[in-house]
C-alpha cells in the first residue's frame, strides 16, 4: 500500500480453522525478516502448534528464501505449501 511516506508491506498469517488473524508485520521493504519470519513468530506466540500444519502460501520471495523456509523447518509438524506458478 502506498502511503505519504512510501510503501508499506503489510504480512498477516491467519488461522484458516477460524478464520482468525494470529501474526502480522508492518514493514517498509518486503525482507523475509521484516515481514513473514516476524509474521510467523507471532502466530506461533499467539497460537502454539499442537498438531500436524500446513502453512500456505503464494511464491512471493519472502516465503521461498532459505531464512523463512529453514525457520518453518524448525517446526516438525509443519508442511509447506505454496500455490501453482501463476496462480495466486
Same mark, same amino acid.
Given at each position: 500500500?502506498?502511503?505519504?511516506?512510501?510503501?508499506?508491506?503489510?504480512?498477516?498469517?491467519?488461522?484458516?480453522? $477460524?478464520? +482468525?488473524? %494470529?501474526?502480522? *508485520?508492518?514493514?517498509?521493504?518486503?525482507? #523475509?525478516?521484516?515481514?513473514? &519470519?516476524?509474521?510467523?513468530?507471532?502466530?506461533?506466540?499467539?497460537?502454539?502448534? $499442537?498438531? +500436524?500444519? %500446513?502453512?500456505? *502460501?503464494?511464491?512471493?520471495?519472502?516465503? #521461498?528464501?532459505?531464512?523463512? &523456509?529453514?525457520?518453518?523447518?524448525?517446526?516438525?509438524?509443519?508442511?509447506?505449501?505454496?500455490?501453482?506458478?501463476?496462480?495466486?
Amino acid at each position: 500500500m502506498r502511503t505519504d511516506e512510501g510503501w508499506l508491506y503489510l504480512t498477516i498469517v491467519i488461522d484458516l480453522y $477460524d478464520r +482468525r488473524i %494470529i501474526g502480522w *508485520s508492518l514493514s517498509a521493504s518486503m525482507k #523475509a525478516a521484516e515481514t513473514t &519470519i516476524p509474521a510467523w513468530q507471532m502466530a506461533v506466540k499467539n497460537r502454539p502448534i $499442537d498438531g +500436524r500444519l %500446513i502453512f500456505h *502460501s503464494d511464491r512471493g520471495v519472502q516465503y #521461498a528464501c532459505h531464512a523463512f &523456509i529453514k525457520l518453518l523447518k524448525k517446526y516438525t509438524p509443519v508442511l509447506q505449501s505454496m500455490s501453482g506458478k501463476g496462480n495466486c
